[in-house]
């Protein structure tokens, strides 16, 4: 089993930043990919950045330029610096680790963009 500990979400202003953290442990071996995902209610969970264990990166076209997705390896622990943040970006931002045998999910941290 993985246990995903996901902490930074809240409330911010539009324009704002906040910086999402996701701590793995249990059985962390062979890691392919750490990642962010993100949904609002009556909407698909949607990619919003994901890492590589060679470091290639992806991220939604919305947020470019304004996320940033890091990973320490020593710590196993992804970061999703989000600045310039927009009211569209309200959700409820799960973590993710995808391994060889499976793909484990954090319990969800809400961000809401509003002034």
């Known amino acids: 089993q993985v246990q995903l500990v996901e902490s930074g979400g809240g409330l911010v202003q539009p324009g704002g930043s906040l910086r999402l953290s996701c701590a793995a442990s249990?059985?962390?071996?062979?890691?392919?990919?750490m990642g962010w995902y993100r949904q609002v209610p009556g909407k698909q969970r949607e990619l919003v950045a994901r890492?590589?264990?060679?470091?290639?990166?992806n991220y939604l076209d919305s947020v470019k330029g304004r996320f940033t997705i890091s990973r320490d390896n020593a710590k196993n622990t992804v970061y999703l610096q989000m600045n310039s943040l927009k009211p569209e970006d309200t959700a409820v931002y799960f973590c993710s680790v995808d391994q060889v045998t499976r793909s484990s999910w954090g319990q969800g941290t809400q961000v809401t963009v509003s002034s």
């Open positions: 249990g059985s962390i071996d062979n890691i392919l990919a």
């Open positions: 890492i590589r264990t060679d470091g290639s990166i």
